[in-house]
């Protein structure tokens, strides 16, 4: 009974899973560390590469598309634990599986980590390569299972993975809102269950399936509070998980093994799983480096014309630039520098931005920084061109935050393709709005294009986004947005305010469906109109927010929200937050030496981005 039980609960603990070949991105503070775990990776047939800082893991995390992260070092130390708590706070890294490589650790410290996101916790040693393969072979396999759910179950089957390891003996305590529950282990496997009126085998599944949205937190306590000798005579079923875990209002089958059998759930599956998504991106790579396109997808049914807009100093490139694009199907302005480029950028809106870098009155980093700052038009795909490869390999490794980089000697041909193709997964995930539903990331097209493309469908439907902090909803019809909320715990952000939130996501899993109606509608606005009022919000809010920082000005924290935040972040985060709530500035926080300047400014932009923080 025990082993079956067992099994049931733990599909991480099954080390049979089919060894295959990983893409690894590792990150820690000691180079000679660094080099011989990427070495060996390597050798052993993985693709693996490195680097020393939380930023360069960021920009690795974009261009490299690792499958997981795996942090090197000892949790123990203040900047190793700071280095994961960032990795696990950052857009660009926060949705990968992160395993932990170093010493034995203390189980309570082990289960931060694993509660902050760890999906592993190797140890040094001989057999420390076997088993972090072994454990993200496991994770691989998991599949969709292993990410969706509020329940708490994912949470709860890295802990128990952890503890089947170790062998651990006792009580690990669940809190989830006012629900708490205690799961009691005998060496390593979990004998016994209670919460409140759920108790025994079949409580465990019950309590998952029901109770409060809010994130869990726990604890480990070695002394078990039941006689585990009589709790297992006693036992006689297996405790199971449900076969549904509920994602706001939808309700997503994860049986083991078993495919979703509607079609709009599988797709919420399959586009949070980080093995599926990375499985696709390395096929389309595949593809391209063999040279073979991948299957014709119509882009012609009612989309708008692209609209391009060319940055160049040298009048005969500009003239050739648009030409080209204009010959390619494209509606063409152009710029003669970049502080003009910018303008009419946030006048005109084009779709893509061709832009030279060395240029005067403006240069094209200037010039992208501006983009990227402004919420208006942020999501602007920009591609930089120059005749100095060096450069723009440099602002590559650097992330400068271009959609590619390319050579002015390119033929032309293939500059045209290149810029034309930065496009394709925008417009890909476009045409499907407009036949149907869609669903994906929101780095593929990005949040206030997505709800744009819901707009202009003519439809009527809804479009969900869960980032694993809040629940957002926005219901479109007729070429408006009639309704946005998003739920945090038990705050509850209404139409401005949430769509704010959603303005501000980056990497979060969507699905848009037909049909839906919201409860209301709420917002009369012209989705233009609407989409330009909340970005000169968040505009605004940006600047008081610089400005506090240079000024030294407190935050001002949303209070329901920040309660929840400190309930729920990292321990080694929570000093950090609870000092800016109490109206320490980040300026003076980073002074005093508390905490590195790297964890403030990721502290301070995920209180930001969460809605939880503002500066007045």
């Not at 890294?93 to 916790?121: C, D, K, N, S």
């Not at 240069?363 to 005749?387: A, K, Q």
């Not at 848009?512 to 109109?529: F, H, M, N, Q």
Request: proline content about 6%.
């Amino acid at each position: 009974m025990a082993e079956s039980l067992w099994k049931t609960v733990l599909p991480l603990a099954v080390t049979d899973a089919k060894p295959s070949s990983h893409r690894l991105l590792v990150v820690g503070l000691a180079p000679a560390v660094l080099e011989s775990l990427e070495r060996s990776l390597r050798n052993h047939g993985h693709r693996a590469i490195s680097c020393k800082d939380a930023a360069a893991a960021r920009s690795l995390a974009k261009h490299f598309v690792p499958s997981a992260l795996v942090v090197t070092g000892d949790l123990r130390e203040a900047p190793t634990m700071e280095l994961f708590a960032t990795l696990a706070l950052s857009p660009a890294t926060r949705r990968l599986p992160i395993a932990v490589v170093g010493p034995v650790l203390e189980t309570a410290l082990a289960i931060e980590a694993l509660r902050m996101g760890a999906v592993a916790i190797a140890r040094d040693g001989p057999q420390m390569l076997a088993d972090l393969v072994a454990r993200l072979d496991a994770v691989r396999s998991m599949g969709a299972e292993m990410w969706i759910g509020s329940a708490g179950a994912p949470p709860i089957r890295r802990l128990a993975a952890h503890l089947a390891a170790l062998h651990e003996s006792g009580d690990l305590l669940v809190k989830r809102g006012a629900d708490e529950a205690t799961l009691t282990f005998e060496d390593g496997k979990m004998v016994h269950f209670v919460a409140g009126t759920y108790r025994g085998p079949g409580g465990l599944a019950a309590w998952l399936a029901n109770g409060s949205a809010e994130p869990a937190t726990y604890a480990f306590d070695p002394l078990p509070s039941v006689d585990v000798e009589l709790v297992s005579e006693i036992e006689v079923q297996p405790i199971e998980l449900p076969t549904s875990i509920v994602v706001d209002d939808v309700a997503l089958d994860v049986a083991l093994g078993k495919p979703i059998e509607v079609d709009a759930l599988r797709s919420l599956e399959e586009v949070t799983s980080p093995g599926k998504r990375n499985a696709a991106r390395q096929l389309t790579d595949d593809e391209l480096l063999s040279g073979r396109a991948p299957a014709p997808f119509s882009l012609k049914r009612s989309l708008p014309p692209i609209r391009a807009l060319v940055v160049e100093d040298d009048p005969e490139l500009r003239q050739l630039y648009t030409m080209l694009l204009t010959h390619a199907g494209c509606t063409v302005q152009s710029a003669p520098n970049g502080a003009e480029g910018y303008l009419r950028t946030v006048e005109q809106r084009p779709d893509v931005v061709l832009s030279d870098i060395m240029m005067p009155h403006g240069d094209g980093w200037t010039f992208l920084s501006h983009v990227r700052d402004d919420h208006r038009v942020r999501e602007t795909c920009v591609v930089l061109v120059s005749y100095h490869p060096d450069l723009l390999a440099d602002l590559s490794r650097v992330d400068a935050g271009a959609d590619d980089y390319l050579e002015k000697n390119l033929p032309l041909p293939q500059l045209v393709e290149r810029v034309m193709g930065a496009l394709e997964p925008r417009r890909r995930k476009a045409a499907q709005l407009l036949v149907g539903g869609a669903h994906g990331f929101l780095s593929e097209i990005g949040p206030q294009h997505l709800l744009d493309a819901a707009c202009r469908s003519g439809a009527c439907g809804v479009v969900r986004v869960d980032d694993g902090w809040s629940k957002c909803r926005a219901y479109f019809r007729d070429g408006f947005i009639t309704h946005a909320a998003a739920r945090v715990g038990d705050v509850v952000l209404a139409d401005d305010a949430a769509l704010a939130t959603i303005f501000g996501l980056d990497d979060a899993p969507f699905l848009v469906e037909r049909g839906p109606r919201p409860p209301e509608e709420t917002l009369a606005l012209p989705w233009d109109a609407l989409r330009g009022r909340v970005c000169d919000s968040l505009n605004l809010m940006q600047a008081l927010a610089r400005d506090g920082a240079r000024e030294e000005r407190v935050l001002t924290m949303q209070r329901a929200l920040f309660a929840i935040y400190l309930r729920h972040c990292p321990d080694v985060v929570r000093h950090v937050a609870r000092s800016l709530g109490e109206g320490l500035s980040p300026s003076a926080l980073v002074r005093s030496g508390a905490a590195s300047p790297a964890l403030v400014e990721t502290v301070v932009a995920d209180l930001f981005r969460k809605g939880v923080a503002s500066v007045a």
